[in-house]
């Protein structure tokens, strides 16, 4: 005889097992008790207990991995807000792990229809670097892919010459990382999508900044999304939009406020320009309508006029390279600002900002 699912108590027995290092077992309880009320929603019960198991390490976390926890943490937060959607008659048809390409066994996380548009959702939480800690350390990026890192790696060397007790390290591009997450949902999306469809590769992201680092991916130079992408191949035509997200930061560094669903979460869905020929403005307006989004807004930002390099041939809008921060900064109220990013003193940052006058 089949056991029976694990029901609210004994999900909440088994997280009070776990050790410390398990991200559940250092949470508000509200935190926790929201994670078992969306499991339950969410989770067909014939599966509940493997589900638990292979997403989350519950009961046995002995492989244990934060990334994978936050990967799975933000497919469920995604999947509960759809779920909350259906509950109130603004979505049909909502399926986990749909097949939409058989014969292959491969699945997108979420399958839902508005009205008259089917919509496909890839939730993707990729791997953000920690950097070392400031004061002791600054690290160094360049902005967008460098055809060459010897002009950063001379300025590494003229900070390190000049200052001591302060290291310099060398940051990752992550734009490798992006090109997986587009490639990836491309091959999940349907391969015969029409003007009724629209997909979407939602990215759970940190803070401000890293939303910032992952437009710079798409937009910045050599990025993605150009014309002069530095993976022409990665084309990706099925993925209509990329949503960034801060989803992850809210499972990362404010679970004492909501986190499993999208309700407070910041969603900045930016139109693939290299995306298939049948995808129709309707399509998004009507599949983007049951999120809280800044679609519109911004696409049609535009921060202050910054000059990235005074000594290029070509002089590039500093701006665009940090349009994310600039839209946090300079486009959402002090009340969205501390609805998204509630535990972020705004004041910091606005008295940190040192902004290049425009030449």
Same mark, same amino acid.
């Given at each position: 005889?089949?056991?029976?699912? *694990? $029901?609210?108590?004994? =999900?909440?027995? @088994?997280?009070?097992?776990?050790?410390?290092?398990?991200?559940?077992? &250092?949470? +508000?309880?509200?935190?926790?008790?929201?994670?078992?009320?969306?499991?339950?929603?969410?989770?067909?019960?014939?599966?509940?207990?493997?589900?638990?198991?292979?997403?989350?390490?519950?009961?046995?976390?002995?492989?244990?991995?934060?990334?994978?926890?936050?990967?799975?943490?933000?497919?469920?937060?995604?999947?509960?807000?759809?779920?909350?959607?259906?509950?109130?008659?603004?979505?049909?048809?909502?399926?986990?792990?749909?097949?939409?390409?058989?014969?292959?066994?491969?699945?997108?996380?979420?399958?839902?229809?508005?009205?008259?548009?089917?919509?496909?959702?890839?939730?993707?939480?990729?791997?953000?670097?920690?950097?070392?800690?400031?004061?002791?350390?600054?690290?160094?990026?360049?902005?967008?892919?460098? *055809? $060459?890192?010897?002009? =950063?790696?001379? @300025?590494?060397?003229?900070?390190?010459?000049?200052?001591?007790?302060? &290291?310099? +390290?060398?940051?990752?591009?992550?734009?490798?990382?992006?090109?997986?997450?587009?490639?990836?949902?491309?091959?999940?999306?349907?391969?015969?999508?029409?003007?009724?469809?629209?997909?979407?590769?939602?990215?759970?992201?940190?803070?401000?900044?890293?939303?910032?680092?992952?437009?710079?991916?798409?937009?910045?130079?050599?990025?993605?999304?150009?014309?002069?992408?530095?993976?022409?191949?990665?084309?990706?035509?099925?993925?209509?939009?990329?949503?960034?997200?801060?989803?992850?930061?809210?499972?990362?560094?404010?679970?004492?406020?909501?986190?499993?669903?999208?309700?407070?979460?910041?969603?900045?869905?930016?139109?693939?320009?290299?995306?298939?020929?049948?995808?129709?403005?309707?399509?998004?307006?009507?599949?983007?309508?049951?999120?809280?989004?800044?679609?519109?807004?911004?696409?049609?930002?535009?921060?202050?006029?910054?000059?990235?390099?005074?000594?290029?041939?070509?002089?590039?809008?500093?701006?665009?390279?940090?349009?994310?921060?600039?839209?946090?900064?300079?486009?959402?109220?002090?009340?969205?600002?501390?609805?998204?990013?509630?535990?972020?003193?705004?004041?910091?940052?606005?008295?940190?900002?040192?902004?290049?006058?425009?030449?």
């Amino acid at each position: 005889m089949k056991e029976s699912p *694990p $029901d609210a108590a004994q =999900i909440h027995e @088994m997280i009070r097992g776990l050790s410390q290092k398990h991200i559940l077992s &250092n949470s +508000p309880q509200t935190y926790v008790d929201d994670f078992v009320v969306a499991a339950l929603e969410v989770y067909d019960p014939a599966t509940l207990q493997k589900t638990l198991q292979h997403k989350f390490f519950i009961p046995d976390e002995s492989n244990y991995k934060e990334d994978t926890y936050y990967q799975s943490a933000s497919e469920l937060s995604v999947s509960h807000y759809i779920k909350q959607k259906e509950k109130q008659r603004l979505v049909t048809n909502f399926e986990c792990d749909k097949r939409l390409n058989l014969p292959s066994l491969k699945d997108v996380d979420n399958y839902f229809q508005v009205r008259s548009t089917k919509v496909s959702l890839e939730v993707k939480c990729p791997l953000e670097d920690k950097q070392a800690p400031f004061p002791g350390n600054i690290t160094l990026k360049t902005v967008g892919r460098a *055809p $060459d890192l010897t002009g =950063i790696e001379q @300025m590494k060397e003229i900070f390190e010459s000049r200052t001591s007790g302060t &290291n310099f +390290p060398m940051g990752k591009n992550p734009d490798l990382r992006m090109k997986d997450c587009l490639e990836s949902a491309n091959e999940k999306f349907n391969s015969k999508s029409g003007v009724d469809d629209l997909n979407l590769l939602f990215l759970s992201c940190g803070q401000f900044h890293n939303m910032s680092e992952w437009y710079i991916c798409l937009y910045g130079p050599g990025g993605l999304f150009t014309s002069h992408s530095f993976a022409r191949e990665a084309r990706c035509p099925k993925v209509d939009l990329v949503v960034l997200s801060n989803l992850k930061y809210r499972h990362e560094q404010a679970r004492a406020h909501s986190a499993w669903t999208l309700d407070d979460v910041l969603l900045l869905p930016i139109v693939n320009p290299h995306g298939r020929s049948n995808r129709t403005s309707d399509a998004i307006e009507e599949g983007l309508s049951v999120f809280h989004h800044f679609q519109k807004e911004f696409a049609l930002f535009h921060g202050r006029e910054l000059v990235w390099d005074k000594q290029s041939e070509s002089l590039v809008s500093f701006e665009k390279q940090i349009r994310v921060s600039c839209f946090v900064m300079e486009h959402l109220t002090p009340a969205e600002f501390a609805r998204f990013f509630p535990t972020i003193d705004r004041s910091k940052f606005e008295k940190s900002r040192t902004l290049m006058p425009k030449s």
